[in-house]
């Protein structure tokens, strides 16, 4: 089914969310601040508003992709949303989310957040997700549109909760990011071959451990970090041996060190005989 929509900011994301909803078929009215980046969706199909306002009047479903929460703000400042299924898929904090979800209602509209987790050349593809929060009514009525743009996961009614999901997804990465530039900084400072260790080694390596880690959750609900498998004290010494080989090679451990730290701390409770799933305690 054909939908009216209109959508505001057309940055690289927004563009990519919005051509995606053309391409469905579906009647997408845009507004944006530089109203050049309008001209490739117009010339796709899309109705040109040349105001907020005219954009939101256009369409009861209201899409908004800007910078940050204080642009939407900004930007929706004196637009009536009596009516309106406000989608924003700006990022922000989850405070900044509550905030503009409360902004939204006191105008009448109805406040459906989301986090995208996914970058512009993979919107409407496999592998695409947005984690949703806020109204359910808005969630269950344009579940087909939100699909077109990428997998679309309800988290819950508190809008902070898909912010929160979001941050949380991102730090996993980094921190998956930060050990894997370490490990090929040591495997590069040996002059080993970096692009087979990378594909033969390190990769299957990281996706066995992922699934082991997966099986701490059983400790952090039930807060018995006792184990079987690898206990801190054992840990402690491993990095302490990393570090210095680090140092040894003319590598800085950097981004392992404050992992080391938080060990460190643990066990300098007399809890060294907890597995690695006890450090959430320490956090
Ligand atoms: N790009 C990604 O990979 C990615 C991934 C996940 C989430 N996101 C999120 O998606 C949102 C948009 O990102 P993007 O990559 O599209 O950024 P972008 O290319 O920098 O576009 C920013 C958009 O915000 C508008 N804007 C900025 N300040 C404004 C203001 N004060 N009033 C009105 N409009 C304003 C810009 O308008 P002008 O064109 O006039 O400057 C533009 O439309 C961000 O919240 C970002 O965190 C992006």
Redesign the pocket.
Known sequence: MSENISF?????????LASSLLAAGHHVTVW???PS?AEPLVAEGAVYADTPDKAVGASTLVIV????H??VT??LDGTPLAGRAVVN????RPVEARQTADWVAERGGDYLGG??????PMIAKPGALILYSGSRTIYDRYEPVLSVVAEPRFTGADPESAPLLDMAMLTGMYGQIAGFLEAAALVRSAGLPLRDFVATLLTPWLNAMVAQQATWVDSFESGDHSTEVSNLEINRAGLENLVRTFREQGVKPDLLLPLKTVIDQRTARGLGNEGLSGLIEEL
């Open positions: 505001l900011g057309l940055g690289l994301m927004g563009t990519a944006n601040r530089t980046k992709c800007l910078l940050d204080a642009s900004q930007t898929l700006t990022n922000g986090g995208i987790m996914a970058v512009p």
